[in-house]
Nanobody, 115 residues
Framework: QVQLAESGGGLVQPGGSLKLSCVASTSIFSRADMGWYRQSPGKQRELVTFITRIGTTTYADSVKGRFTISRDNPKNTVYLQMNSLKSEDTAVYYC?????????WGQGTQVTVSS
């Protein structure tokens, strides 16, 4: 069983930055594709970005140029650096690990962008 623990969420003003972290409990981390999703009230969960096991990245159009995903395999950790935050980035952010036929999710961390 893979356990994921997110951290780093909080309240930030528009234009500010936050860095989220997600630590995986397992050594399969280096062989998993990792992603960040988000969900706002009344909306479906959406993909923000993901990074494959070989480091290829993909971003939603809404965050391109502002968000950066990275991974540190020895630390079993994936990061999401979020810059130039907007009110529409407010959501619960979830870490996802995709390995084989399985998807694993963290509990989520709240990000609120407000003045």
């Amino acid at each position: 069983q893979v356990q994921l623990a997110e951290s780093g969420g909080g309240l930030v003003q528009p234009g500010g930055s936050l860095k989220l972290s997600c630590v995986a409990s397992t050594s399969i981390f280096s062989r998993a594709d990792m992603g960040w999703y988000r969900q706002s009230p009344g909306k479906q969960r959406e993909l923000v970005t993901f990074i494959t096991r070989i480091g290829t990245t993909t971003y939603a159009d809404s965050v391109k140029g502002r968000f950066t995903i990275s991974r540190d395999n020895p630390k079993n950790t994936v990061y999401l650096q979020m810059n130039s935050l907007k009110s529409e980035d407010t959501a619960v952010y979830y870490c996802n690990a995709h390995y084989g036929a399985y998807d694993y999710w963290g509990q989520g961390t709240q990000v609120t962008v407000s003045s």
